[in-house]
């Protein structure tokens, strides 16, 4: 065996590369790790992906499309923009397709943000958010949750004429609270108009709260406010990345000047068409994964846990510090979960069978379940 190269880094006198100072502050988003008990089994609660295979009417599009794979996909996305369309009720011209919302996200910010400009967001948050924005060159304004709910007072004063975008995450990852219609008519009211609103509803199937607001409803008559959405949760299409934003043609057209092109490819372009036309089928599945949800949710109580609600795939532990032990804990019954150091941990919801076996570790944690 051959010894391997040294690290160009260690070799101070070599000139290399100019990187951007941008990415200086950035660290490379993090995938959960993957886990496996001692006899094997893995459950995969960590990314709160579907647990459900693809239906046989998305693999049979996506058998079909594979085999035009040698070709360029449309650029346009014409076919599945004219199926959003038709099933949203939103014209066509108000529709951006992009590699996953995070890719939509990222061309809102190459279409609106620049250094020197800002990116407003709760935290904690989705963690594309800093990322994407420090990639962007603009600043990244964080404003701390309040009861692990987005704080809209705050964020409204931490608003200046150097804000260019908001992310509001509703429901919000990682903690699964949702803002109320009111409540974020009454923050969109305080935003300038000339700085966009983006309303992520990664995760709005499974809202069951008659307060949430579809974000669609809120776009007349607010030309700064985009909604996005995605194929990879409630849809089921989370290794296809592909996921769309609605929002004012003329915010749209700077979208698709933005797309880096061919990034969506026509296998998920074909699979987001049949999982739409497929709709009943995969909200049924939805309505088995919000069960569930209320169920784990339950059986944590009687254990002891102190939990509040959440109206998407996923719970929000708050453990404090013992969030890292309590994740090791359930990696090793092979139950991965997704732990924030010093904070908490946030479990997807799985089969019925993955929950069970996350509810078997959490009932074994040492500790004495914490009390926040
Ligand atoms: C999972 C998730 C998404 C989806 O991202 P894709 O790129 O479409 O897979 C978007 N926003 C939030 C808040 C999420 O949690």
């Given at each position: 065996?051959?010894?391997?190269?040294?690290?160009?880094a260690s070799?101070?006198?070599?000139?290399?590369?100019?990187?951007?100072?941008?990415?200086?502050?950035?660290?490379?988003?993090?995938?959960?790790?993957?886990?496996?008990?001692?006899?094997?089994?893995?459950?995969?609660?960590?990314?709160?992906?579907?647990?459900?295979?693809?239906?046989?009417?998305?693999?049979?599009?996506i058998h079909?499309?594979?085999?035009?794979?040698?070709?360029?996909?449309?650029?346009?996305?014409?076919?599945?923009?004219?199926?959003?369309?038709?099933?949203?009720?939103?014209?066509?011209?108000?529709?951006?397709?992009?590699?996953?919302?995070?890719?939509?996200?990222?061309?809102?910010?190459?279409?609106?943000?620049?250094?020197?400009?800002?990116?407003?967001?709760?935290?904690?948050?989705?963690?594309?958010?800093?990322?994407?924005?420090?990639?962007?060159?603009?600043?990244?304004?964080?404003?701390?949750?309040?009861?692990?709910?987005?704080?809209?007072?705050?964020?409204?004063?931490?608003?200046?004429?150097?804000?260019?975008?908001?992310?509001?995450?509703?429901?919000?990852?990682?903690?699964g609270t949702?803002?109320?219609?009111?409540?974020?008519?009454?923050?969109?009211?305080?935003?300038?108009?000339?700085?966009?609103?983006?309303?992520?509803?990664?995760?709005?199937?499974?809202?069951?709260?008659?307060?949430?607001?579809?974000?669609?409803?809120?776009?007349?008559?607010?030309?700064?406010?985009?909604?996005?959405?995605?194929?990879?949760?409630?849809?089921?299409?989370?290794?296809?990345?592909?996921?769309?934003?609605?929002?004012?043609?003329?915010?749209?057209?700077?979208?698709?000047?933005?797309?880096?092109?061919?990034?969506?490819?026509?296998?998920?372009?074909?699979?987001?068409?049949?999982?739409?036309?497929?709709?009943?089928?995969?909200?049924?599945?939805?309505?088995?994964?919000?069960?569930?949800?209320?169920?784990?949710?339950?059986?944590?109580?009687?254990?002891?846990?102190?939990?509040?609600?959440?109206?998407?795939?996923?719970?929000?532990?708050?453990?404090?510090?013992?969030?890292?032990?309590?994740?090791?804990?359930?990696?090793?019954?092979?139950?991965?979960?997704?732990?924030?150091?010093?904070?908490?941990?946030?479990?997807?919801?799985?089969?019925?069978?993955?929950?069970?076996?996350?509810?078997?570790?959490?009932?074994?944690?040492?500790?004495?379940?914490?009390?926040?």
């Amino acid at each position: 065996m051959s010894a391997p190269p040294a690290s160009a880094a260690s070799d101070a006198a070599e000139q290399l590369p100019r990187i951007r100072s941008a990415l200086d502050r950035l660290v490379s988003y993090k995938q959960g790790e993957s886990v496996r008990s001692p006899e094997g089994h893995t459950f995969p609660l960590s990314a709160n992906e579907s647990p459900y295979e693809p239906i046989p009417a998305v693999v049979q599009a996506i058998h079909e499309a594979a085999l035009g794979i040698n070709r360029y996909p449309d650029n346009s996305c014409t076919d599945l923009i004219s199926e959003i369309s038709a099933r949203f009720a939103v014209p066509e011209d108000t529709i951006a397709v992009g590699c996953g919302s995070v890719g939509v996200s990222q061309m809102l910010l190459e279409a609106v943000a620049e250094p020197g400009g800002e990116v407003l967001y709760a935290w904690r948050s989705f963690e594309a958010y800093p990322i994407l924005t420090r990639l962007s060159g603009a600043t990244p304004v964080e404003v701390p949750l309040k009861d692990e709910a987005h704080d809209l007072d705050a964020m409204a004063a931490a608003i200046t004429d150097r804000t260019r975008l908001i992310f509001i995450c509703n429901p919000n990852n990682p903690t699964g609270t949702v803002i109320s219609r009111s409540d974020i008519e009454t923050f969109l009211d305080r935003v300038p108009a000339d700085c966009l609103v983006v309303i992520d509803e990664a995760y709005i199937e499974y809202v069951h709260d008659d307060e949430a607001p579809d974000g669609l409803t809120l776009r007349p008559g607010r030309p700064n406010v985009v909604v996005l959405r995605t194929f990879s949760k409630a849809y089921g299409l989370a290794g296809l990345r592909i996921g769309f934003a609605v929002g004012h043609p003329t915010v749209v057209e700077a979208l698709r000047k933005a797309f880096l092109p061919f990034s969506v490819n026509g296998v998920a372009q074909a699979a987001a068409i049949a999982a739409l036309r497929s709709e009943e089928a995969l909200i049924a599945r939805v309505e088995t994964t919000v069960k569930e949800r209320e169920r784990v949710h339950h059986a944590l109580t009687e254990q002891g846990w102190r939990l509040s609600s959440s109206s998407a795939n996923f719970l929000w532990l708050q453990l404090g510090d013992q969030a890292l032990a309590f994740a090791r804990h359930c990696a090793a019954t092979g139950v991965a979960i997704r732990p924030f150091a010093g904070e908490g941990v946030r479990v997807s919801i799985g089969s019925p069978a993955e929950n069970d076996a996350f509810l078997a570790a959490s009932a074994t944690f040492p500790t004495t379940p914490s009390h926040p």
